[in-house]
């Protein structure tokens, strides 16, 4: 018997609670490990804007796979469209962006502001605690193998952004900025604007439809 898709609010309090889960671990992490994640952000608008000019790199790279799918990456995006699209049905483009920004947040404060900046810390390898984060971090993403190890390269990359400046809110934003972007593209081709005017994913809605 099929189950019914999940509600718009179903959607958005299940990546809540778990996002929020996550950031409340980094915190007591931070605590225990006298190394508050919350430290290494320097609220700074030179920092925000690099994070977005940083998350271009791959949002571009992402528009070309997703344009020419090779190999793996085919079944990749089948697996998105399975999965991805009918549990984030009925999200707004006010809900991504909310979702981006919570999953941005609280994975950088554990990922890098916890676990990277606490191997750095304890040993002083940089690229060491680099790499170890992002194999963590791709292994928490187990959607796929490939899915897994994609997220492993951009746990590298955000990783090296930390360590390059310093500042935990440039992965942050980049992170968050790129996942916005990533919603958007795979999701656009079942996009549809209902008489209400809010924007939505409809359930029948082709990529033909759409254009």
Not at 51 to 66: E, K, R, S, T
Not at 86 to 113: K, N, V
Not at 175 to 188: G, P, S
Request: hydrophobic content about 60%.
């Amino acid at each position: 018997m099929a189950t019914a898709p999940m509600t718009r609010g179903s959607v958005l309090m299940l990546v809540l609670v778990t996002e929020g889960g996550l950031a409340l671990v980094a915190l007591a992490a931070g605590w225990f490990l006298d190394q508050p994640p919350l430290a290494q952000i320097s609220w700074t608008a030179a920092a925000a804007v690099q994070g977005v000019i940083a998350a271009a790199p791959m949002v571009v790279l992402l528009m070309l796979v997703q344009r020419w799918p090779v190999g793996p990456l085919r079944s990749l995006f089948e697996l998105v469209e399975t999965q991805l699209v009918p549990f984030l049905r009925g999200c707004t483009l006010a809900d991504l962006a909310l979702i981006s920004l919570a999953a941005g947040l609280a994975e950088e404060l554990l990922f890098r502001g916890v676990l990277q900046v606490g191997i750095v810390q304890y040993t002083g390898w940089n690229w060491f605690a680099i790499v170890v984060a992002a194999v963590v971090f791709g292994a928490a993403h187990p959607i796929s193998l490939m899915y897994a190890l994609l997220a492993g390269l951009i746990g590298v990359y955000l990783g090296w952004l930390l360590h390059a400046t310093g500042n935990l809110l440039t992965p942050v934003v980049t992170h968050a900025a790129y996942d916005f972007a990533a919603l958007i593209l795979l999701l656009r081709p079942h996009w549809s604007k209902p008489a209400t005017g809010a924007a939505h994913l409809s359930d029948a809605e082709s990529p033909a439809d759409a254009a």
